[in-house]
């Protein structure tokens, strides 16, 4: 199978890029960082200076975002001497989307070679260490989704070659999209940790694991997932960083505790919740973000 066969062409997508955000953007020397906004932490957004909009669904082969808190939408711009392209929400198993179409606007952002990938979402904290509204930097993962350990067996467009070159190869991925590159990077944990502790909020360190959904989980799951070493849950990520690490891009994953998902408590999740939770962390995660943009500047520099 071929980017074309199914509808998704990865160069004629960048290509709207430039179309859309124009030359200054698209050719300026200044490093790249690609970010992906979860649940609620649009907000960011409003941060991006002078963003240019593009819809995913109007790039053939990519689908509008349907969940709640999910603008479903690319923003290019800038942010602290930095090209910034991000997803203002992303795509779900829950909607109905197979691991290959999820990943399409992934694909495109890793076409782009930018010099960072940071991924974020709302989670379910498992580990009762964690407080609702805390960061935490994702240092492992289980993936889970669609009932499938690690590997997603699906075609993947190549994503390895830089997007100056206007014919991308059509080489596709092999069928599992795990690897083993690290998924996070160690420089940009430690630009993050450095935020935490001049914002003075909490940052730790967890495994992920991800799961289809839409359905929060039940006591039995968490007791479950608690014993597979799991210290959040949530409905996304791997496969965005999974792929974003497998084209050797520099990745690195953060979770915010939305709800405590402990087996014993009383409470039960709901999406307004998370929304709120996430909207009160974005100023967290917009420091660690404007921290990882500072040390790409920093390293920029050095060279």
């Given at each position: 199978?071929?980017?074309?066969?199914?509808?998704?062409?990865?160069?004629?997508?960048?290509?709207?890029?430039?179309?859309?955000?124009?030359?200054e953007f698209m050719d300026?020397?200044?490093?790249?960082?690609?970010?992906?906004?979860?649940?609620?932490?649009?907000?960011?957004?409003?941060?991006?200076?002078?963003?240019?909009?593009?819809?995913?669904?109007?790039?053939?082969?990519?689908?509008?975002?349907?969940?709640?808190?999910?603008?479903?939408?690319?923003?290019?711009?800038?942010?602290?001497?930095?090209?910034?392209?991000?997803?203002?929400?992303?795509?779900?198993?829950?909607?109905?989307?197979?691991?290959?179409?999820?990943?399409?606007?992934?694909?495109?952002?890793?076409?782009?070679?930018?010099?960072?990938?940071?991924?974020?979402?709302?989670?379910?904290?498992?580990?009762?260490?964690?407080?609702?509204?805390?960061?935490?930097?994702?240092?492992?993962?289980?993936?889970?989704?669609?009932?499938?350990?690690?590997?997603?067996?699906?075609?993947?467009?190549?994503?390895?070659?830089?997007?100056?070159?206007?014919?991308?190869?059509?080489?596709?991925?092999?069928?599992?999209?795990?690897?083993?590159?690290?998924?996070?990077?160690?420089?940009?944990?430690?630009a993050a940790s450095r935020?935490?502790?001049?914002?003075?909020?909490?940052?730790?360190?967890?495994?992920?694991?991800?799961?289809?959904?839409?359905?929060?989980?039940?006591?039995?799951?968490?007791?479950?997932?608690?014993?597979?070493?799991?210290?959040l849950v949530g409905m996304?990520?791997?496969?965005?960083?999974?792929?974003?690490?497998?084209?050797?891009?520099?990745?690195?994953?953060?979770?915010?505790?939305?709800?405590?998902?402990?087996?014993?408590?009383?409470?039960?999740?709901?999406?307004?919740?998370?929304?709120?939770?996430?909207?009160?962390?974005?100023?967290?995660?917009?420091?660690?973000?404007?921290?990882?943009?500072?040390?790409?500047?920093?390293?920029?520099?050095?060279?």
């Amino acid at each position: 199978m071929t980017a074309e066969s199914h509808g998704f062409e990865l160069p004629w997508a960048i290509e709207q890029f430039r179309t859309r955000a124009g030359d200054e953007f698209m050719d300026s020397s200044l490093p790249l960082m690609a970010v992906v906004l979860g649940s609620g932490l649009g907000g960011f957004a409003e941060s991006i200076e002078s963003p240019t909009a593009i819809r995913y669904d109007s790039i053939p082969g990519l689908s509008a975002s349907t969940a709640s808190g999910h603008r479903g939408e690319f923003l290019l711009g800038w942010i602290d001497s930095v090209r910034v392209l991000a997803m203002a929400g992303r795509l779900h198993a829950y909607e109905g989307h197979s691991i290959d179409e999820l990943t399409r606007p992934m694909a495109v952002m890793a076409g782009m070679r930018p010099s960072a990938v940071v991924v974020s979402c709302a989670a379910g904290g498992l580990n009762p260490r964690f407080r609702v509204g805390d960061l935490v930097l994702i240092d492992e993962h289980i993936g889970m989704l669609h009932g499938q350990m690690g590997a997603f067996g699906a075609d993947r467009p190549s994503v390895l070659s830089p997007s100056s070159n206007p014919n991308l190869s059509e080489t596709v991925f092999a069928n599992a999209f795990r690897c083993g590159r690290p998924t996070c990077d160690n420089g940009f944990a430690e630009a993050a940790s450095r935020a935490a502790r001049e914002g003075g909020f909490r940052l730790s360190l967890g495994t992920y694991l991800a799961v289809s959904g839409p359905n929060y989980e039940t006591r039995a799951e968490c007791r479950m997932m608690k014993s597979w070493g799991a210290d959040l849950v949530g409905m996304s990520t791997v496969p965005e960083v999974a792929l974003a690490s497998r084209a050797g891009l520099r990745t690195l994953s953060i979770g915010v505790v939305t709800n405590m998902a402990i087996p014993d408590s009383p409470a039960t999740a709901a999406h307004e919740d998370v929304l709120a939770v996430s909207n009160a962390a974005g100023k967290n995660l917009e420091s660690v973000v404007r921290a990882i943009a500072r040390s790409l500047v920093q390293e920029q520099g050095n060279g």
